[in-house]
């Protein structure tokens, strides 16, 4: 679906002469599976369904996305586009770069009833965190589009004590 937003939008400016379409991703998020007792990095997308769209100009844009062949549009409520929110989209920009919107996995470990993370994309974010599936290595979290809630997934490594804590001093130097 990027790929094709891409291609029919190239070269297509807005009224002030800049690209409609200034960048365009579906970012994904990086956890952990045991495949045959080894642990592997896996890739997975962080919104199935949807994808990102940069744009100035959301009204030319849904305008294009009718000569979009693959089924597309943009979230409305009513008349209103619905962007993601401000702090969801500085923490999307915070953790990924251009060209590599993947968020890496998060390293953490468990005190009582207090989840402490060490490091990662969600060190600081802990209150984000609706719950923990331990087995797939995933936070659950919810991401806002208006009033529209979508659930989805980022790598969290549940560690001992003693290894998140030797992970983040070696990750520091």
């Known amino acids: 679906m990027c790929l094709a937003l891409l291609r029919e939008c190239e070269n297509v400016e ?3 002469g800049v690209p409609l379409l200034e960048e365009c991703f579906s970012p994904t998020y990086v956890h952990r599976l045991k495949y045959s007792g080894e642990w592997r990095d896996v890739e997975e997308p962080l919104l199935p369904g949807y994808v990102v ?3 100035t100009d959301p009204v ?9 062949r693959d089924f597309s549009r943009l979230l409305k409520l009513g ?14 920009d915070k953790n990924t770069e251009s060209g590599d919107r993947s968020i ?5 470990y468990r005190e009582g009833d207090t989840l ?8 600081g974010c802990e209150a984000m965190i609706q719950r923990i599936i331990r087995k797939k290595c ?5 991401i806002h589009a208006g009033n529209l809630k979508i659930k989805t997934e ?3 490594a549940l560690l001992p004590k003693k290894d998140a804590e030797r992970s983040n001093k070696s990750s520091d130097e």
Request: charged fraction near 20%.
């Open 14 to 16: 807005t009224a002030e």
């Open 53 to 55: 769209a940069v744009t």
């Open 60 to 68: 030319a844009l849904s305008h294009k996305l009718y000569t979009v």
């Open 79 to 92: 008349t209103e586009f619905i962007p993601l929110r401000e702090d969801e989209r500085a923490w999307i």
């Open 104 to 108: 890496p996995i998060s390293i953490g």
């Open 116 to 123: 402490v993370i060490t490091e990662g994309p969600l060190k």
């Open 138 to 142: 995933v936070a659950i979290l919810e």
């Open 154 to 156: 980022v790598g969290l």
